[in-house]
């Protein structure tokens, strides 16, 4: 086995002291290392540590750096896509990722629902929920979050397994971490994606299940 890199190390541990910290055992909470727009020789020694859960904001960018995994040497990782999604990648989307954790509106859990019919592959998929309800960014506002739930089981079959967020820069996290918590809460969703590698022991108190970090395992990206 590869030495482990020390900020890896170092998150990891950072990871299971909030779970101690918050009563909760640290296999509870996963990482998601966020490996957009980091060079592949900052990615390669967390992957040959054994890790195998990593995040991407782009499809076509995953699609450059992973390749097609069903043919690659990367058997065995999961990769979630957590930045927005376009419905004219949701055949991609579906294809190549194992989570989809930025399912925000009814065309794209639509366009979702077609391609898990015709690809009979069926990746798990988190709500976004954009807490903050800021203008530029994803989600569906808290308002319509318990709809649009109700509407992905329903309608489309998609059943999302939990919720994701990303809190308003420069506001304290915390309140908005435990919206996103009510918000599963009320509608029986057991999974929290929140914390990134500012406020990632913050979420994990606040009942986060996995965060995604990426600067503070992989460095500032470029
Ligand atoms: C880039 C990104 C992250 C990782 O951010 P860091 O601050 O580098 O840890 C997490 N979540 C989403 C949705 C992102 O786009």
């Keep these: 086995m590869a030495a482990i ?23 509870d909470v996963s990482l998601v290392a966020v490996s957009k727009q980091q060079p592949w020789e900052v990615i390669e020694p967390v992957l040959a540590a054994g890790h195998k859960v990593f995040g991407e904001n782009r499809v076509q960018e995953a699609l450059a750096r992973w390749g097609a995994k069903e043919a690659h040497q990367f058997a065995g990782l999961s990769l979630h896509l957590i930045g927005p999604l376009q419905t004219n990648k949701a055949r991609e989307a579906i294809a190549h990722f194992d989570v989809i954790e930025s399912l925000d509106r009814e065309k794209l859990a639509r366009a979702l629902a077609d391609e ?28 319509e979050a318990d709809a649009f739930i109700a509407a992905c089981r329903t309608a489309y079959g998609l059943g999302p397994e939990g919720l994701m967020c990303i809190p308003p820069a420069g506001e304290p996290p915390g309140p908005h971490f435990a919206l996103l918590r009510k918000i599963a809460v009320r509608n029986g969703l057991a999974k929290l994606s929140m ?21 503070a395992l992989f460095g500032a990206r470029g």
Excluded: L
């Design 195 to 215: 914390g990134m590698s500012g406020d990632f022991e913050t979420a994990i108190a606040f009942g986060a299940t996995s965060v995604r970090v990426g600067s």
């Design 116 to 143: 898990v019919q015709k690809q009979g592959r069926s990746p798990r998929v988190y709500v976004q929920v954009n807490t903050g309800e800021e203008a530029q960014k994803a989600g569906v506002t808290p308002d």
């Design 5 to 27: 890199p020390p900020a890896y190390a170092d998150v990891v541990a950072r990871i299971a002291r909030a779970a101690q910290a918050a009563g909760r055992s640290a296999e």
